[in-house]
C-alpha cells in the first residue's frame, strides 16, 4: 500500500527550521507515519540545505514567492500546487491569508478526498480588531465559500479558540477550529542529548531572546526597570541579533549605571541551537517585554527549561504562564510594576525554587508531540470518511 503524504509550502532557512512553519507538517508526519515534503522557493539564504533535513524531503523551487505575498509573486508556488495537488494526502499550510485560501480551494477542487489543514497564527487581538460587520457583506459570502475547502484550521491561544468557536469568523470555521498552541521540540532536544539542571545548578540570570532593539520588542524598557533596581549578584542577558540603533541605548544605560556594566550583557545571535538552549537551561528567568506577539516560540523553550516567566501581556500569556500561577504579567511599557516585580525576584522574595517542577509540569502541554495530538485525530477521522 502506497505510503500517504504531507506537504507544506512556505519559505526555508535556519530560523524556519525551528519554528512552527516546518516542526508542525513534521511532527504530523511522525505522528502519523506519513512522507512528509517541505516546498519553498530557492533563495541565496537556504541553498546550503540539500534534498532532506530531519527526515523531511526538501524541495526547493523557483519563485519570487515573498512573505508577505501577492498572488502573482506566488505564481510558481501555485503551479507546483496544481501539478502535484492529486498525490498529497494532507496539505499543511501557514496563515489564514487569502494566498492559502485560493490554494486550499485550487486542491480540494482537483483532490476532493485530500485534508487542508491551516495554521492560522490568529491571536486575540486580531479577531477582536476585525469590523464587526464580519457576519455581513459580499467579502464574507467570499471568504465562507473558500473556507469551505479548508478541513482543520487551528488557533494558539484558549481565548482565540473561543472567539472562533462563538462563530468570531463565521460558522464554518467555528465547526472545525482546534487548539495548538506552538510547542518545544523534544526530539531535536533528545538528539542534542540535553537535560534539564536542578535549579540549584542554575544560575541567578535573567535572559530575553528575539529581535534585541527592534520595536517590537521595546527591550529599552528592561533598561528603564533596571535603572530603578539593585540587581544584587544577578545578570541580564540579551540574546538575538542586535539593532544598531540599540546598542546606542545600550551604551548611555551603562554610562547611567557603570556598576551594571559586567551584570547587563548584550550576548548577540546564537545561530546553534545547543548553544541558545543552553542559555535557557542556566537561566532562573526569562522575560519578554514584546508590545504585541501572536504566540511566540520563545515560551515554550523557556518553559520546558524551567524559566519563570515576565512577560507583557500578550495573547498567548494566560496559557503559558497558566494564569500567573507560573510567571508574572506586566501591562505594557509599564516601567514600575516591572521594576517592583524584577526587585523581588533579586531580593528572593518570590519562591522560584518551588515554582520550578510546577514550571516543568506545565511545559509537558507545550510540547509539539503533544499539542498537535488534535490535528492527528481530525486528519484520521476526515480520511476515514
Known amino acids: 500500500m502506497k505510503k500517504k503524504k504531507i506537504v507544506s509550502l512556505f519559505h526555508f532557512d535556519s530560523n524556519i527550521a525551528g519554528k512552527d512553519m516546518f516542526l508542525v507538517p513534521m511532527y504530523l508526519g511522525r505522528k502519523l507515519g506519513y512522507d512528509i515534503e517541505f516546498v519553498y522557493p530557492t533563495a541565496s539564504f537556504n541553498k546550503e540545505y540539500k534534498n532532506e533535513y530531519r527526515g523531511v524531503k526538501l524541495t526547493s523551487i523557483r519563485s519570487r514567492s515573498q512573505y508577505y505575498c501577492t498572488l502573482w509573486s506566488e505564481k510558481e508556488m501555485f503551479w507546483w500546487l496544481i501539478k502535484n495537488a492529486r498525490n498529497i494526502d494532507v496539505l499543511s499550510l501557514f496563515w489564514l491569508n487569502a494566498r492559502n485560501m485560493i490554494f486550499a480551494k485550487s ?41 469551505q475547502s479548508i478541513d482543520i484550521v487551528s488557533v494558539e491561544t484558549k481565548r482565540t479558540f473561543w472567539h472562533l468557536k462563538k462563530g468570531a469568523l463565521g460558522n464554518r470555521l467555528a465547526n472545525i477550529v482546534e487548539y495548538v498552541p506552538n510547542g518545544f521540540d523534544e526530539e531535536l532536544c533528545k538528539e542534542y542529548d540535553m537535560k534539564r539542571v536542578s535549579f540549584s545548578s542554575k544560575e541567578n540570570l535573567i535572559i530575553t531572546v528575539g529581535r534585541i532593539g527592534s520595536k517590537q520588542k521595546a527591550n529599552e524598557v528592561m533598561f528603564d526597570a533596571l535603572d530603578q533596581v539593585d540587581m544584587k549578584d544577578w545578570k541580564f542577558v540579551l540574546i538575538g541579533p542586535i539593532e544598531e540603533d540599540f546598542k546606542i541605548k545600550y551604551n548611555i544605560f551603562i554610562e547611567r549605571n557603570p556598576d551594571k556594566k559586567d551584570k547587563v550583557i548584550l550576548l548577540g545571535s546564537i545561530g546553534d541551537k545547543r548553544r ?35 512577560t507583557t501581556k500578550l495573547s498567548a500569556v494566560y496559557d503559558i504562564t497558566d494564569n500567573e500561577r507560573i510567571g508574572k504579567i506586566v501591562p505594557i511599557g509599564n516601567v514600575k510594576k516591572l521594576s517592583i516585580i524584577l526587585q523581588g525576584i533579586f531580593e528572593g522574595d518570590l519562591p522560584l525554587e518551588s515554582l ?10 507545550f510540547s509539539w508531540n503533544n499539542t498537535i495530538t488534535p490535528i492527528v485525530v481530525r486528519i484520521k477521522k476526515k480520511l476515514c470518511e
Open 356 to 365: 520550578y517542577p510546577k514550571i516543568l509540569k506545565h511545559s509537558e502541554i
Open 276 to 310: 541558545l538552549w543552553e542559555w535557557y537551561n542556566k537561566a532562573k528567568v526569562f522575560i519578554l517585554t514584546s508590545i504585541y506577539e501572536g504566540f511566540p516560540n520563545v515560551f515554550p523553550e523557556a518553559l520546558y527549561f524551567g524559566n519563570y516567566i515576565i
Open 107 to 147: 486542491y480540494k477542487i482537483l483532490n476532493p478526498k485530500g485534508v487542508c489543514y491551516i495554521k492560522s497564527d490568529f491571536n486575540e487581538v486580531d479577531i477582536l480588531s476585525l469590523p464587526t460587520s464580519i457576519t455581513k457583506g459580499f467579502k464574507y459570502k467570499i471568504k465562507e465559500w473558500l473556507y
